[in-house]
């Protein structure tokens, strides 16, 4: 008997496989003193289009960041239509997601299949085995299927000679203990190698399906922490543990107790995962449970706005009692007053490169190490919304200021400044340009009293007064290849800057279509989305 543990591959389904680092830290100590057998510490992908976290991708570059503790074998799950659907040939697929096994951290990898995908899975298993992995198979949403079309893929996945351990799955979370017992025997009338169960837990019979497997001497039990896992989530680690420890000294349950207490029931009290009525009438109905979950799912002052706000509001008098009004304006820091001037150093400047904009967004903290790598890895030009709460310094190209408020709330961290600083100059005081007269400024104009959003050769015009709308417009006039964007979170609910956003992203992309804009990290707002952690040698 095995239990794989696969929490964070499955679990992924409800927070885009974006584990906090405490959480996996927690997660595989535990896994490994409670002497689980196998953990599958993710999906193997190629880029996605939105915002995926680490473990959509389980990359080895990402795997090399981690501290996996002895005992448990490690592995990762591929779907088979990530293979069969990519633009190249099926073991260049392979080749392109895939490392030999012995220059891996993991050593498992299964192919997750649905049925009409089985007569095409056989090169994608044979490479897996070839490059020295054990290969598991799973036979995806097996409930309902007649007996000779099961058994008939189990004829096939014997043929194919490099199958480990071959796998049902109750993707839709209907089965009973006699559809168990009926599944096993339509399997063994072809396949008499190690068989394993996963469970999904819509109508609250996780547990009972992955036990009555085992008493049928199924020998491969998939769980998850607290059950997290698509829709009502899978067989509960812990649950499990509890079940066995009665029979089996094999497994220690405690450090398990210990992380769901400690980091899980939180997250399942944030994210909802768990059996209810809706996921048990759709198991009931033949319904996927995503439909159920997407149903059920729920739908900022940055720190650097606070201080400037707070330094702006400290300059003015009548602030000791509220004034909306008063507030506004100091987190829009409106105030220039002189005609807009400037150079038309940006004009083209970034033609044919990738350009990096980084934001304040508490997004940059959480990825700061795989921005980190990306900035290492891919080398693009990074331009700074004023200066980065979280990404050195060192690997910044440009820092990008607009107002003289923001400045003078940083004015220290300027002083040591080595970086060219784009400003436009007219909204500084001569006292204040003659403080940073040792930096390289690079001027272009900011008007934020215009109607609309557009660009002259040395201006920009927005009808906002924020820094990013600037920036927009200086990557208008620089004309980059690509832009990818960092920490643009999006403001909270109420705040009038949300709005501002929505408006400038709307008008920026009327006025230049040349460059998609692309978030690398988690956004409110309407653009195109990749992942930070997408990234491929």
Same mark, same amino acid.
């Given at each position: 008997m095995f239990i794989l543990d696969c929490t964070l591959r499955d679990g992924g389904y409800y927070n885009n496989w974006d584990f906090q680092e405490i959480v996996v830290d927690a997660y595989l100590k535990a896994?490994?003193?409670?002497?689980?057998?196998?953990?599958?510490?993710?999906?193997?992908?190629?880029?996605?289009?939105?915002?995926?976290?680490?473990?959509?991708?389980?990359?080895?570059?990402?795997?090399?960041?981690?501290?996996?503790p002895e005992g448990p074998i490690y592995g990762v799950m591929v779907d088979a239509k990530t293979i069969l659907k990519a633009p190249m040939s099926i073991e260049e697929a392979v080749e392109k997601l895939f490392i030999p096994a012995k220059n891996s951290k993991i050593k498992l990898v299964r192919v997750a299949a649905h049925f009409n995908e089985v007569e095409h899975s056989a090169p994608i298993v044979k490479k897996l085995k070839d490059m020295g992995y054990i290969v598991g198979y799973n036979l995806m949403q097996a409930g309902g299927k007649p007996d000779h079309v099961i058994a008939d893929k189990a004829k096939q996945a014997k043929e194919w000679g490099v199958i480990d351990v071959l796998y049902f799955a109750d993707s839709l979370g209907n089965m009973d203990g006699t559809e168990v017992e009926r599944i096993l025997r339509a399997l063994r009338t072809e396949w008499n190698g190690p068989i394993g169960i996963h469970t999904h837990n819509n109508m609250g019979k996780g547990l009972d399906n992955t036990l009555s497997a085992m008493k049928n001497d199924v020998t491969w039990l998939d769980t998850t922490i607290t059950g997290m896992g698509r829709g009502a989530g899978n067989t509960p680690t812990e649950n499990l543990l509890a079940t066995l420890v009665r029979e089996t000294n094999k497994y220690d349950p405690s450090p398990i107790y210990d992380l769901v207490i400690r980091h899980f029931e939180g997250m399942q009290r944030e994210y909802g995962w768990g059996s209810n009525l809706l996921y048990f009438l759709g198991a009931?109905?033949?319904?996927?449970?995503?439909?159920?979950?997407?149903?059920?799912?729920?739908?900022?002052?940055?720190?650097?706005?606070? *201080?400037?706000?707070?330094?702006?509001? %400290?300059?003015?008098?009548? @602030?000791?009692? =509220?004034?909306?009004?008063? +507030?506004?304006? !100091?987190?829009?820091?409106n105030t220039d007053s002189d005609k807009p001037t400037g150079t038309d150093a940006f004009i083209n400047k970034f033609q044919g490169k990738e350009v990096l904009v980084i934001a304040n967004g508490s997004s940059c903290s959480r990825y700061k190490k795989s921005i980190e790598l990306y900035i290492k890895t891919k080398k693009p030009i990074v331009l700074s919304v004023n200066l980065s709460q979280f990404i050195d310094e060192s690997i910044v190209d440009y820092i990008v200021l607009s107002h003289n408020v923001k400045f003078l709330s940083e004015f220290e961290k300027y002083k040591s400044l080595s970086k060219p600083v784009i400003l436009p100059k007219h909204r500084f005081s001569t006292e204040e340009?003659?403080?940073?007269?040792?930096?390289?400024?690079?001027?272009?104009?900011?008007?934020?009293?215009?109607?609309?959003?557009? *660009?002259?050769?040395?201006?920009?015009? %927005?009808?906002?007064?924020? @820094?990013?709308? =600037?920036?927009?417009?200086? +990557?208008?006039? !620089?004309?980059?290849?690509?832009?990818?964007?960092?920490?643009?979170?999006?403001?909270?609910?109420?705040?009038?800057?949300?709005?501002?956003?929505?408006?400038?992203?709307?008008?920026?992309?009327?006025?230049?279509?040349?460059?998609?804009?692309?978030?690398?990290?988690?956004?409110?707002?309407?653009?195109?989305?990749?992942s930070i952690y997408a990234v491929h040698s």
């Open positions: 896994v490994s003193e409670a002497k689980i057998d196998y953990v599958e510490l993710g999906l193997r992908n190629f880029p996605q289009s939105g915002f995926l976290g680490a473990y959509a991708y389980t990359t080895e570059q990402h795997l090399d960041t981690l501290s996996l009931q109905n033949d319904v996927h449970p995503t439909y159920i979950q997407n149903l059920l799912s729920n739908n900022h002052y940055g720190t650097d706005e606070i *201080v400037g706000a707070i330094n702006y509001l %400290s300059n003015l008098e009548g @602030t000791m009692s =509220y004034n909306g009004s008063v +507030l506004e304006s !100091a987190l829009n820091f340009m003659s403080s940073i007269v040792h930096l390289d400024i690079i001027d272009v104009g900011f008007n934020s009293n215009s109607n609309t959003f557009s *660009v002259d050769e040395c201006v920009v015009n %927005s009808p906002y007064d924020l @820094t990013s709308a =600037y920036v927009f417009g200086i +990557l208008a006039m !620089a004309n980059p290849e690509s832009i990818k964007l960092i920490g643009f979170d999006g403001y909270e609910k109420g705040d009038s800057r949300q709005q501002e956003m929505l408006d400038i992203i709307s008008q920026y992309k009327q006025l230049n279509d040349s460059a998609e804009l692309i978030s690398l990290t988690p956004t409110e707002y309407p653009i195109s989305q990749g």
